[in-house]
Nanobody, 112 residues
């Protein structure tokens, strides 16, 4: 069955960096667009970044220039490099496959 497992979250100071990973299985990863979403307490789920099967990327305005989404088709894994983190980036980050399926999420907390 489809599985998506996020990792790499944690506590980081403002201005710091984190790299999230989402390891997948159960579908043909290379054919599927992948996305990162986030959900802060008391807020709805919002899309952060997407990458198509051909590597085209789009970003939310709030993270443009700071976050980079990438994929490794050989490892069936999608990444989110997050730089210059801000307190407002604090949220649970979730991986999503366009064909359906969500990970369990990984907590990112940006605080001094």
């Amino acid at each position: 069955q489809v599985q998506l497992v996020e990792s790499g979250g944690g506590l980081v100071q403002p201005g710091g960096s984190l790299r999230l990973s989402c390891a997948t299985s159960g579908f043909t990863f290379s054919n599927i667009a992948m996305s990162w979403y986030r959900q802060a307490p008391g807020s709805g789920r919002e899309v952060v970044a997407c990458i198509s099967s051909t590597g085209r990327t789009i970003y939310a305005d709030s993270v443009k220039g700071r976050f980079t989404i990438s994929r490794d088709n050989a490892k069936s894994t999608v990444y989110l490099q997050m730089n210059s983190l801000k307190p407002q980036d604090t949220a649970v980050y979730l991986c999503h496959a366009d064909s359906g399926g969500w990970g369990q999420g990984t907590q990112v907390t940006v605080s001094s």
